[in-house]
């Protein structure tokens, strides 16, 4: 079966790619000739899941699904949630996203956030959405180098490292992403 994943960041692709069954082989934006920037302009991250979804179904044709994330700090209301990517201008550059989080949390003692991924499915005419949480705490500092985005400084419940200091499969255990993707799976198999 084949699948379009609508996205090109090659690290969402390694992750879900990590998650599905080989029978389920997964096409990025690229594989279809999708070069364009798709509009994520909903104030929920549902919506921008669904709107990525429903853009690539409708012109390109093919069964698809996407994700969309947020990253939602508590004492901050829940920003920079849905504006997660541009928290710090439309450049989504994430060292500038974590520093100014970072600036917005100096001294701040309550540094409880959660990632929010909704993953929607367009397939076979119907569509289907997914929702993925993981629990954490802002660090203070950046560390570790591996994943992508906020992982530097995303620690998870029960954890002593952050995304970024955690193997990939580790990440893959316990993140957002799989646990909505694992959902995915579990659908697309019956
Ligand atoms: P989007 O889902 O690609 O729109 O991501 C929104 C923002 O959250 C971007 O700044 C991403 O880099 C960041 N992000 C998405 N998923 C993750 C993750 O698994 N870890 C850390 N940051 C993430």
Redesign the pocket.
Known sequence: MKIVFATN?PNKLKEVQALVPSHIQLLSLTNIGCTEDIP?TSPTIEGNAIQKAQYIKENYGYDCFA?????EVDILNGDPGVY??RYAGES?D?DA?MDKLLNNLKEKDNRKAQ?KTVVALHINGTLETFTGICLGTITKQKRGDK?????PI?MPNEYRKT?AELPLEEKNSI???AKAVKQLVVFLNN
């Open positions: 960041n994520e994700d969309d994330t947020g990253l997660s990517a989504k994430s996203n990632f994943g992508f985005g906020y992982d995303f995304f993140s957002h992403r």
